[in-house]
């Protein structure tokens, strides 16, 4: 090593390390992010693959995604709401009336998928409109309207199935979104562009900070970024690409068509969230509404706008839902599916106070809730204890948030 690399040599160590004491410092004034969550679904996974092999089968790997997918689209939409600091108790019925929109024009009416799943899609933007001009306009509390319009749209969705009528679903696209799977070439291809659109975006973020004089990560920070991301990315399609049929007359392989679904709702949302003058609002109003009003934002068209967010997506998850069906019901929407959604965004590390979440959280915490619900499935566990460990899970999760808040107002951050 030459005279000349050993100072660049140092600069790049003193840069790695300035970087990962700044980070060891966000986490000790509170702001642990994911980590909990992450940290949590490893030690998830490590017990139910010691306690049950077959959890890791490819079989029970691509049944994890088809299983949580609908919670965690649901659970994005919520965080919206719940960056406010307000709450949607109506999301999972929601999802089932356009779940049952979907249902009814598909088979009863014959309309073509792509109007039905427009129709649909627009009546949970609808729903979220009204929802939110109730909530911002006449100041009636969240918590109060969507719960009331959480028991009236178990009332749509019966009237909507004639009263319990269960509608089969037997359009070949809308079953395809959970049933079906890429080609195992082009989950390779989408993996290798997204590693490298994240690279690129990354180092192009890093030059631009880097010329304006701001902190940026040092080179080879991002670069472990980019290669845990490929590894992870790259064990996950190598194990969704190997034989999943337990008949030689059917082949089963490829990365659900849901899962890339998933990802491109996930890289819109977190691009709104952290790129647009928008999401900006969204945290501003989250963090302090009366400041965000002196600021010149315009505070009732945010709240709108979120449950709007919400209620669209929580149709997309009806969607998902009534896909992986193959059936809508009085029950869908229903049941655990809100309670689930709620959770998985707080496990993910969205505040319950509003003003900290983003749009991974929910995916994070949708995993939780689908390794929990599946690895008890395994292990004979009953419903009654499957609920237990989900909620002590959910509990841990706001303790941890309450407990993170009080270090951050502790140590002025």
């Not at 979104?177 to 890093?206: D, L, M, R, S």
């Not at 009003?293 to 997309?316: H, L, P, Q, T």
Request: net charge positive; with cysteine.
């Amino acid at each position: 090593m030459t005279t000349e690399t050993l100072p660049k040599q140092e600069n790049a160590d003193s840069a790695i390390g300035t970087h990962v004491r700044g980070y060891v410092e966000r986490v000790r004034g509170g702001e642990l992010g994911a980590l909990p969550a992450v940290f949590g679904l490893i030690i998830l996974c490590v017990v139910f693959s010691v306690l049950r092999p077959s959890f890791l089968s490819a079989l029970n790997f691509a049944n994890l995604f088809t299983q949580g997918a609908a919670v965690a689209v649901i659970a994005m939409g919520l965080i919206f709401v719940l960056l406010l600091g307000e709450i949607d108790l109506s999301a999972g019925f929601a999802s089932g009336v356009c779940a049952a929109v979907l249902a009814v024009l598909l088979t009863f009416q014959g309309w073509p998928w792509y109007l039905a799943v427009l129709t649909a899609m627009v009546t949970g933007a609808v729903i979220g409109l009204v929802l939110g001009s109730l909530v911002a306009k006449l100041g009636i509390p969240s918590f109060v309207v969507t719960l009331a319009a959480f028991l009236a749209f178990q009332g749509v969705v019966l009237l909507l199935v004639k009263n319990g009528t269960n509608i089969s679903i037997r359009d070949e696209t809308i079953l395809a979104i959970a049933n079906k799977n890429v080609p195992p070439a082009a989950g390779w291809i989408a993996t290798a562009v997204g590693v490298a659109a994240y690279a690129a975006i990354q180092f192009v973020q890093a030059r631009r900070r880097a010329a304006r004089g701001l902190v940026a990560a040092p080179m080879a920070v991002i670069a472990a970024r980019v290669a845990a991301l490929a590894v992870i990315a790259g064990a996950a399609v190598y194990m969704l690409n190997l034989e999943r049929s337990r008949t030689a007359i059917v082949s089963l392989k490829g990365v659900p068509i849901v899962v890339p679904l998933i990802v491109i709702l996930l890289i819109i949302w977190t691009f709104v969230l952290r790129r647009t003058a928008y999401g900006r609002h969204i945290y501003a109003v989250g963090g302090n509404a009366e400041a965000a009003r002196r600021a010149g934002i315009n505070v009732d068209r945010i709240r709108i706008s979120a449950f709007v967010i919400c209620s669209f997506m929580a149709s997309i998850g009806g969607i998902i839902a009534a896909s992986r069906a193959n059936s809508v019901d009085p029950n869908t929407g229903g049941s655990n599916v809100l309670l689930f959604a709620v959770g998985a965004a707080v496990i993910g590390g969205t505040s319950l106070f509003g003003g900290k979440g983003r749009a991974l959280d929910a995916v994070l915490g949708g995993a939780v809730v689908a390794v929990i619900e599946n690895g008890m499935g395994l292990m004979g566990y009953s419903a009654g204890v499957k609920f237990v460990v989900t909620g002590s899970v959910l509990l841990l999760a706001a303790g941890v948030d309450a407990l993170s808040r009080k270090r951050s107002a502790a140590t002025g951050r």
